[in-house]
């Protein structure tokens, strides 16, 4: 394992703090560029190519990257190349959902190795969520080297793990993080659903090329990952992104918060069950709905097209008050995105001030319902090697300045 503590006399702590900050430069290097020569990691981090050298040897003895054949020749001998050695270790990725729960494992380039469902007859207490997770985990390490558990939930999550509100599980104070860590001895990182979703889009799909996008999603509610200059903004305590329950209409229907006239009651799951209610629609289900609009059913047509005037709407505020490069459309009402997607995106672009309008790019996510479980193994990966979520403007972090700093 890399160590990661070290001794406490200052001089020792400060050059140690130095080599791991140059170490996290080189591996981040490594983890984004993929096959790299020692010369170009010094050009890249800024660092000496006696540092380089140093580093990447203990790396190598560590094992945590590898030499992967030859570059080409520059007009001397050619250059070795460097990897990270995506079997190093392995991070465990959890989504809990209302009825089941989600376990899968990822190595270090977050490639699916295994993936296991639990289903519950009833939403599952926190405490059987724990136990599942410890059981789930041990098994795994009994094979694997386990450097990291990353859990995706709906609600409110504090930066410590807590899950401090979750209308969708009814959990209220739930600890996940704390005692999960105790009885398993490695990290767990613990986020919203929608911001892990955003991260795996942000790293892997459609946000990779956007430093400041939004990720939307739409499906039972509504939710916003918000990514700032590379970095999902998660607000004071956890809360950023609630864009579900920002008011639209003060008049408008009931929404499951107490409130009325939520976007999420104006455009989500709840809002076309609502709508099939009102219109006499027989069969409830979203699926019929969505089939009947394939249909080329006029009154299914209707309710997700003012479903998207009301999704539209409640972006564009988010859009004006935060200016991003892109909006990135995900959740599981994508599979009905034709009957919306135009009504949504002429509400943002005829109302956001033109100029921003002009600019703005609304794409669909590209990694459908795997988001949620790779954003999840994401989480420990990127604690791993403190890796940021960059885009095309990214810089790479120089060691010499620290500028950039560890996201
Ligand atoms: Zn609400």
Redesign the pocket.
């Known amino acids: 394992m890399v160590d990661l503590t070290g001794p406490n006399d200052l001089a020792t702590v400060s050059r140690e703090l130095m080599r791991n900050l140059n170490t996290r430069a080189i591996t981040s290097v490594l983890f984004n560029r993929g096959k790299t020569s020692r010369a170009e990691l010094a050009r890249q981090t800024g660092l000496t190519q006696a540092t380089v050298s140093n580093i990447t040897a203990k790396l190598l003895e560590s094992s945590l990257v590898e030499e992967v054949g030859e570059g080409q020749s520059t007009g001397g001998r050619k250059p070795t190349l460097i990897d990270i050695n995506r079997n190093y270790g392995q991070v465990v990725g959890v989504k809990i959902e209302k009825n089941f729960v989600l376990t899968s494992l990822f190595d270090l380039r977050v490639n699916l190795i295994d993936r296991r469902e639990t289903h519950f007859e009833e939403v599952p207490s926190s405490g059987e969520v724990i136990k599942l997770i410890e059981n789930e985990v041990t098994n795994y390490e009994s094979e694997y080297n386990v450097i990291g558990v990353g859990i995706g939930a709906s609600g409110l999550i504090s930066d410590s793990g807590e899950i401090i509100y979750s209308p969708i599980l009814n959990w209220e104070r739930s600890k996940l993080g704390k005692p999960l860590e105790e009885e398993l001895s490695v990290p767990v990182l613990i986020d919203n659903d929608v911001n892990a979703f955003t991260l795996a889009e942000g790293w892997f799909g459609a946000g990779k090329n956007y430093r400041d996008f939004l990720c939307v999603t739409v499906g039972e509610g509504v939710g916003a990952g918000i990514v700032i200059n590379g970095s999902l903004y998660r607000g004071s305590i956890g809360g950023a992104g609630e864009i ?2 920002t008011t639209l209409n003060p008049d408008g229907p009931m ?5 009325r006239g ?4 104006l455009a989500s799951d709840y809002f076309l069950v609502n709508e099939m209610n009102k219109r006499g629609f027989g069969d409830k289900r979203i699926s019929t709905l969505v089939a009947e609009a394939k249909e080329g059913n006029k009154f299914a047509r209707d309710i997700f097209n003012r479903m998207g005037h009301n999704l539209g709407l409640g972006i564009k505020n988010l859009v004006n008050t935060l200016n991003p490069e892109a909006v990135v459309l995900g959740g599981e009402r994508l599979d009905a995105a034709e009957f919306f997607i135009s009504s949504m995106e002429e509400e943002i672009l005829n109302h956001s001030f033109p100029q921003e309008a002009r600019r703005l790019e609304i794409v669909t996510a590209e990694l459908g319902k795997k988001a949620w479980l790779l954003g999840a193994a994401i989480l420990p990966v990127r604690n791993f090697f403190s890796l940021p979520l960059t885009g095309r403007k990214g810089k790479t972090r120089t060691a010499r300045t620290g500028k950039e700093g560890l996201v």
């Open positions: 579900g329950h929404c499951r918060c107490g409130e939520c976007l999420e009651a």
